[in-house]
Every structure is written in C-alpha cells, then in structure tokens.
C-alpha cells in the first residue's frame, strides 16, 4: 500500500516560483507518481499536471510545458514539481497520486486519472 504526503504548497505572486514535493511510502517501483491539481471553481474537475512512469517517462500537461518541470528521485522515493511563472489561474489543490499504468507515457503522451489508485491529501497554492 503506498502512502503519499504532498509539502510545499503556499501563497505566492503572480510570475512567482513555489516547488512542490511528494514524498511516498511503501514499494513504488511499479508505480507511476503524479501531480494533479483542481482549481477551486464550481464543477471544476481534477486534471492531469505532470507524471513520471516507472521507466523514467515524463509527461507534463502541454498547457504547463515552459512553466512546469517534474522530477523524480527513486533512492529517496519523492516526485518533485517545480512551477515557475506562476500565474493566478495555478490557483489550485495540488494532489500527488500513484498508480499502475496499463499504458506507456511515452507512446499516449497522457495520464488518466483513474488510473491512480493511491492518493495524498493535497497542498494548497494560490497564486494572487
């Protein structure tokens, strides 16, 4: 069973930088680790940021490329997000998330949420 704990979320200015960390429990090996977010507007669904697969593919949101970057160290377990130029429409809870993907990132270049089991309580950015 993998446990996630999300730190790093916080205030910031807009053209601001915040870098978000997830730090995972338990055999993630297998698993693909991923940040998503949901703005806090009515009916607001949560949508895909960026994820890492167990074989080191990267996907990131091709609505952040430029701002985004997302990096995963195996040895200390922790998928890391590092946001930069923010802007107030980043206003969102951000929630770190493991799954095992019946796909390969590199080849669909997506990540789907339900297809992630194993959810953090999420952080907090705002961005004003």
């Known amino acids: 069973h993998v446990q996630l704990v999300e730190s790093g979320g916080g205030s910031v200015q807009v053209g601001g930088s915040l870098r978000l960390s997830c730090k995972a429990s338990g055999d993630t090996d297998s698993y693909a680790l991923g940040w998503f977010r949901r703005a806090p507007r009515p009916g607001s669904e949560r949508e895909a940021v960026?994820?890492?697969?167990?074989?080191?593919?990267?996907y990131v949101s091709p609505y952040l490329k430029g701002r985004f970057t997302v990096a995963r160290d195996t040895v200390k377990n922790t998928l890391d997000l590092q946001m930069n130029d923010l802007i107030v429409e980043d206003t969102a809870m951000y929630y770190c998330?493991?799954?095992?993907?019946?796909?390969?990132?590199?080849?669909?270049?997506?990540?789907?949420?339900?297809?992630?089991?194993?959810w953090g309580q999420g952080t907090q950015v705002t961005v004003s």
């Open positions: 960026a994820a890492i697969d167990d074989d080191g593919s990267i």
């Open positions: 998330a493991a799954g095992r993907l019946p796909y390969k990132i590199h080849i669909v270049n997506a990540v789907r949420e339900l297809d992630f089991r194993s």
